[in-house]
């Protein structure tokens, strides 16, 4: 099977921080064929400026579930956080640190198209230049399409795609998917047995409470998911993240007024330095005392 020569085309309805993929034909006995992003290394491109420090027991969590993926168990990771804490750079470390390669799938909710029905949906198979013998995936769904005839079709193309490499399906913002998607979804996630995927869904905590109760019960069953909560940077990720920003090394007790003031939020840390860019000096009230080697 040779990939199709396109060596840096980006897969279609993903964002500026998205990932780069030759395209490759997959048979599909029952339907024909689908044309999809080749399975990885995959490459990521961070947003300007990101820093990425700690996570370490989260990273760890995330393998351990890719693990039971590639023997044959399909695994949610349901990753809560406020805005800014750093779901998306997590995920996106996570999957340049995957060796093993696979399909990617992303999409992303939005506030603004949370109304737009199986918006999100769309971004996933926007991503599959080919949908031969899916008729509600290739033409997009209409307004009124049954959720479970759209959801038995991507239960169909993450099964094609999972017999020949571990899919990943990622979802950022799901607190702002559009319900039919999530409908969608939830039906197909249910379904998969001995499937080599694994969804990644960010969510800020307590608002996808919106989208009803089956992807409540999925995030809180212990045999399909694993929830991580992201919380503040520590005492000592959050010196090495203000290192990352550029800052010449902070004593111990500027560190802990600092993460006193922003609870250890790399947001918030990053606007007490009165510039979210990451370019401009520390202010001096954080900055006193003897420094702390590097």
Known sequence: MDPLRKPDERCDGLPDSAFTAHYVDVPDTENGQLRVPAPGPVTTVPPAGEVFVGREPELVAMHEEWAAVLGG?????WIEGD??????ALIRRFLAQVADGGFVLRADGAEEESALPYGVVGQLAASIRQLDGLPLLAAGPVPDADALAVGSELLRVLGVLQE??????VIDDFQWIDLPSAQALAFAVRRLRLDQV???????????????????RIAADPTRARRLRLTGLGASELGEFALGLGLEPMSRPAIERLREHTSGHPLH???ARGDPTGRAP???ELTSGPAIPR
Not at 164 to 169: A, H, I, K, L, S
């Open 73 to 77: 168990q399909p695994r949610v990771v």
């Open 83 to 88: 805005a800014g804490i750093g779901k998306s």
């Open 164 to 169: 020949m490499n571990p899919v990943v399906v």
């Open 198 to 216: 694994l969804v990644l869904a960010a969510a800020r905590p307590r608002e996808a409470a919106r989208l009803g109760d089956a992807w409540t």
């Open 269 to 271: 840390a990053r606007a």
């Open 282 to 284: 520390l202010r001096t």
